[in-house]
């Protein structure tokens, strides 16, 4: 499961200050620059115990780092340092790079004291020149852990991404070439690895679940009102969510995007909607359609804000309201479930031409701020489309899981942005503005961004 995979950021803190403009100030801010760090519980900060002044003692701290496999460079300049340190540390060690500058202490006529900013200009040319990434903050130490926690955040994610793994079960639906992948890229990009699952497999696995299995979740599945829905329908539900369970387990996977049209419906009688939203509950985030793109996206956002996203379709706009409807067939985690309502186990409203065969799990999505957001490959590699919006609140418009957004965008210009750039139908929505943090993703791992420009701009 995602939760597994998730490990401390290791912290390379080097602080920074040519000789002359080192004091006793200097040292100060060094010993609570690492106090203040350490509030941050999701990093573990390593550090020399000096201030690195010059060329010898910036190899002293690369040998230092040598063998602790740091995940993030943090050079903070205590006063003016000479780039040469810098070009130094960046060369070798082949971490992601943040600069920090410190404000300056109040001016009074006297000889400028730290000169932070200005070394982090100098320094910020020279990582530029050797193509190195970087992250530029300015804070004071009492205010770093919060202005610093959005940087480590996004760090975070980028090496969990390394050890996550997605079972692909099946191939893709028919005709849906917008699931189609590029697993290589994938894996040199964000290190995600996919394991493919046959259909066979998990049927044999499913038919395997003993009575004793099936009775410890059975309750889950019953205390949840059914509309229509048969026992035997209900039975087959629980054991394939036992056997989803029992292959995450066999094959260490995290997520899942599953081919779940036509056969489960043609030859085991049953949708498997329901069984992903309770996976996804869980925390083995799954997409439908075997869309291992979709699935990429729904994982970043969870790791995130740890909200279980939603996996849509866009179906539906109104210009006037500058407002779009969102959906799927019935697989949307129960943690989405609107405020005051109660999801039902319903019949499917698609195979075979609707209410027909279960099992989905139905009812209308919460309101509140959502990011909106597609993943996928177009024509200089991978890209993400990212707006932001408002869920309102919503009835039962329609089978599944319905949400209508107000966009912070004009929705006009997005949908033109869809149509005409080529991107894929399925959208991740996520409660909780990530956009920030996704914008900064993006920028650590050269995932081209598409935006469009809100409302007021559009008028310019």
Same mark, same amino acid.
């Given at each position: 499961?995602?939760?597994?995979?998730?490990?401390?950021?290791k912290?390379?803190?080097?602080?920074?200050a040519?000789?002359?403009?080192?004091?006793?100030?200097?040292?100060?801010?060094?010993?609570q620059?690492i106090?203040?760090l350490k509030?941050?519980?999701g990093v573990?900060?390593?550090a020399?115990?000096?201030?690195?002044?010059?060329?010898?003692?910036?190899?002293?701290?690369?040998e230092?780092?040598?063998?602790?496999h740091?995940?993030?460079?943090?050079?903070?300049?205590?006063?003016?340092?000479?780039?040469?340190?810098? *070009?130094?540390l960046? $060369?070798a060690i082949a971490?992601?790079?943040?600069?920090w500058?410190?404000?300056e202490?109040?001016?009074?006529g !006297?000889r400028l004291?730290?000169?932070?900013?200005?070394?982090?200009?100098?320094?910020?040319?020279?990582?530029?020149?050797?193509k190195?990434?970087?992250?530029?903050?300015?804070?004071?130490?009492?205010s770093?852990?919060?202005?610093?926690?959005?940087?480590?955040?996004v760090?975070?994610v980028?090496?969990t991404?390394?050890?996550?793994?997605?079972?692909?079960? !099946?191939s893709r639906?028919?005709g849906?070439?917008t699931?189609?992948?590029?697993?290589?890229?994938?894996?040199?990009?964000?290190?995600?690895?996919?394991?493919y699952? $046959?259909?066979?497999?998990?049927?044999?696995?499913a038919?395997?679940?003993n009575?004793?299995?099936?009775?410890?979740?059975?309750?889950?599945?019953?205390?949840?009102?059914?509309d229509?829905?048969t026992?035997?329908?209900?039975?087959?539900?629980?054991?394939?969510y036992?056997?989803?369970?029992?292959?995450?387990?066999?094959?260490?996977?995290d997520?899942?995007?599953?081919?779940?049209?036509?056969?489960?419906?043609?030859?085991?009688?049953?949708?498997?909607?329901?069984?992903?939203?309770?996976?996804?509950?869980?925390?083995?985030?799954? *997409?439908c359609?075997?869309?291992i793109?979709?699935?990429?996206n729904?994982?970043?956002?969870?790791?995130l804000?740890? =909200?279980?996203?939603f996996?849509?379709?866009?179906?539906?706009?109104?210009?006037?309201?500058?407002s779009g409807?969102?959906?799927?067939?019935?697989?949307?985690?129960?943690?989405?479930?609107?405020?005051?309502?109660?999801?039902?186990?319903?019949?499917?409203?698609?195979?075979?031409?609707?209410?027909?065969?279960?099992?989905?799990?139905?009812?209308?999505?919460?309101?509140?701020p959502?990011?909106?957001?597609?993943?996928?490959?177009?024509?200089?590699g991978?890209?993400?489309?990212l $707006?932001?919006?408002?869920?309102?609140? $919503?009835? =039962?418009?329609?089978?599944?899981n319905?949400?209508?957004i107000?966009?912070?965008?004009d929705?006009?210009?997005?949908?033109?942005?869809i149509i005409? =750039?080529?991107?894929?139908?399925?959208?991740?929505?996520?409660?909780n503005?990530?956009?920030?943090d996704?914008?900064?993703?993006?920028?650590?791992?050269?995932i081209?961004?598409?935006?469009?420009?809100?409302?007021?701009?559009?008028?310019?």
């Open positions: 499961m995602i939760s597994e995979k998730q490990e401390k950021l912290i390379a803190y080097i602080p920074l040519k000789g002359s403009w080192l004091n006793d100030r200097g040292y100060k801010t060094r010993e620059s106090e203040e509030r941050n519980p573990d900060i390593v020399p115990d000096f201030i690195a002044t010059n060329d010898d003692e910036a190899y002293q701290a690369c230092y780092f040598k063998y602790m740091v995940d993030v460079i943090l050079i903070q300049f205590i006063g003016f340092a000479p780039g040469s340190i810098v *070009a130094i960046a $060369t971490a992601p790079v943040v600069l500058s410190i404000p202490v109040p001016m009074t !006297g004291e730290i000169n932070s900013f200005c070394a982090s200009n100098l320094n910020a040319f020279i990582l530029t020149k050797l190195r990434k970087y992250k530029y903050i300015f804070s004071s130490v009492e770093v852990s919060e202005k610093i926690a959005p940087v480590f955040r760090l975070s980028i090496k991404l390394r050890r996550i793994k997605i079972g692909l079960v !099946g639906v028919p849906f070439y699931s189609n992948f590029n697993e290589l890229e994938l894996r040199r990009i964000l290190g995600v690895e996919v394991q699952i $046959t259909l066979l497999e998990v049927i044999h696995v038919d395997q679940i009575s004793e299995e099936i009775d410890k979740v059975l309750p889950r599945f019953i205390s949840i009102e059914r229509q829905v026992d035997e329908e209900l039975l087959k539900s629980v054991r394939l036992l056997s989803f369970r029992k292959l995450a387990i066999k094959y260490h996977l997520a899942y995007a599953i081919k779940c049209w036509s056969e489960f419906g043609d030859i085991y009688g049953i949708g498997v909607c329901s069984c992903l939203s309770f996976l996804s509950t869980d925390g083995i985030i799954c *997409a359609e075997s869309d793109n979709g699935s990429v729904m994982i970043i956002n969870y790791l804000c740890s =909200q279980v996203p996996f849509c379709d866009f179906i539906s706009y109104d210009e006037k309201d500058n409807i969102v959906w799927h067939c019935g697989a949307a985690s129960e943690t989405l479930c609107k405020t005051n309502c109660m999801g039902k186990l319903c019949k499917h409203g698609s195979i075979d031409g609707g209410n027909k065969k279960g099992v989905t799990y139905e009812f209308p999505l919460k309101s509140g959502v990011t909106f957001c597609s993943f996928g490959e177009g024509n200089k991978h890209r993400l489309l $707006t932001t919006g408002n869920a309102l609140d $919503t009835k =039962q418009l329609i089978k599944g319905p949400l209508i107000k966009f912070d965008i929705v006009k210009k997005l949908v033109e942005t005409y =750039q080529g991107f894929a139908h399925h959208y991740v929505v996520v409660h503005n990530n956009y920030d996704l914008i900064d993703l993006c920028k650590w791992l050269d081209e961004i598409v935006t469009v420009k809100d409302c007021q701009e559009n008028k310019v």
